[in-house]
């Protein structure tokens, strides 16, 4: 019978193997987190991190305790006499600073360069859209040593005889291109799809998607994320009343 | 108002805004800022030794940026993203020192003489048998984890494998102590019926 330390060996091997499969979350959303910025979806998918990364959850507490000291990080505490002495050494440094309050100069350089953002910006939004016009009319390149699957919604798609659509994938590196019909006819200004395994785990999202003339999505996913196992993918439509669902896809992967 | 809100450290930014870094006021920003800042760096092995510089480097970009600062976020939020920055961008530098340095061949005789590193390895204790036999343990462990609900799951884990406390687990899941508390316990009850073996900590 395997005693305590074995049970608890076996769980950490067991989670660190887990982990290796989680996304570490940005520090910019573990600030989004802690803010209430997320969505239901969103917050679960830190929480579950958090879980698997010990150092994020570490890291939520830290943030969480600032700008107070989280207690039980494990770093001494700092004596009234440190404190004094360290402001002492750090006082010289303010002197470059002064003075901070922001002159009218200051902000009229602020003006000029969000002025100078704004034509940037414009400028990058209108290269992209004669890009992206170019992309639509023109037809795709071809990509060599890709392989396809072409995905319909579950309950839409063309029952098969040979089942759910499968996709064989050569064992060295053959990155798989997805290609998503979709029956829906409302534009939205921005879409998000999510990667889950078939029991729900999260592995992978992008919002850089975009509709194609013929209604479908296209996107290439690296062959890291895709090993053979059963996939479920989960396109969603943005917009100002938050992410709606719009359908989902099965896909199932086998390697040669 | 961001959920961090915090209306005694907002009052101060703002005198600092409007009359400038005098000692008093940047003393007592220091006073708030500092501590937590040096616990940052203390808690990153590859930084500790470096915590107080490191800290006032941060406080030198946050003292720097007051006057720009819009309250759109948590102040300490804001200053907090900076000194993360820092921190990160340290922990590159000294990630990218340490594979700059001089490798050494694993089978290569040291200059001192006596075991290159390759014999110093220890070797590979588990046979086969005890190979699979641990396999087994991990997919049996994993299924109980597995079957406990989310939210129990994660304060297991947070509390019991990985040695948080119950305020740490609590900030990380944004849930109250209380919760953290019954849930760990219920997860503790619930798993010694599948692992019998498995003892609390």
Known sequence: MPGDDQWRRSLREAMAERAMRHRRPEPDELIDYLEGRLSAAEREEIEEAAAH???????????????????????????????????????????????????????????????????????????????????????????????????????????????????????????????????????????????????????????????????????????????????????????????????????????? | MPARANPELDSLVRRIQAEGLRDELAEALYRQLYPGLRAMFLRRPALARNAEDLAHDALERIFDGIGGFRFESAFATWAWRIARNLAANAERDLHAAKRDALEVPLDAAPPDGGEALVDRLPTPEASPEEQAERGELRRRAMRAIQELPARMRRCWLLRELHGFSERQTAAALGVSEGTVKSQTHEARKRLRGVLPDLSDR
């Not at chain 1, 922001?102 to 969000?114: G, I, K, N, Q, Y």
């Not at chain 1, 209604?215 to 090993?227: E, I, K, N, S, Y």
């Open chain 1, 53 to 256: 990364h010990p150092e994020v959850a570490r890291e939520l507490a830290e943030l969480a305790a600032f700008p107070g000291t989280d207690p039980d990080a494990g770093v001494p505490p700092l004596g009234e006499d440190e404190l004094t002495a360290s402001w002492q050494r750090f006082r010289p440094r303010l002197a470059s600073l002064r003075p901070s309050s922001p002159p009218a100069r200051r902000a009229t350089v602020r003006w000029t360069l969000a002025h100078a953002a704004a034509l940037f910006f414009f400028l990058t939004t209108l290269a992209l859209l004669v890009a992206l016009a170019r992309d639509t009319f023109a037809p795709p390149a071809p990509l060599p040593n890709v392989a396809v699957a072409e995905l319909s919604p579950v309950g839409e798609e063309v029952r098969r005889a040979d089942g759910e659509p499968t996709v064989r994938l050569a064992t060295e590196a053959q990155p798989l291109l997805v290609v998503l019909a979709l029956a829906e006819a409302r534009e939205f200004p921005a879409y998000r799809l999510t990667l889950t395994t078939a029991s729900g785990e999260s592995l992978w999202r992008t919002d850089e998607l975009h509709r194609f003339d013929d209604g479908t999505f296209r996107l290439l996913l690296p062959r890291q994320l895709v090993a053979e196992g059963r996939y479920r993918l989960e396109l969603f439509g943005r917009g100002d009343d938050g992410d709606v669902p719009l359908a989902r896809y099965e896909l199932s992967v086998e390697t040669e």
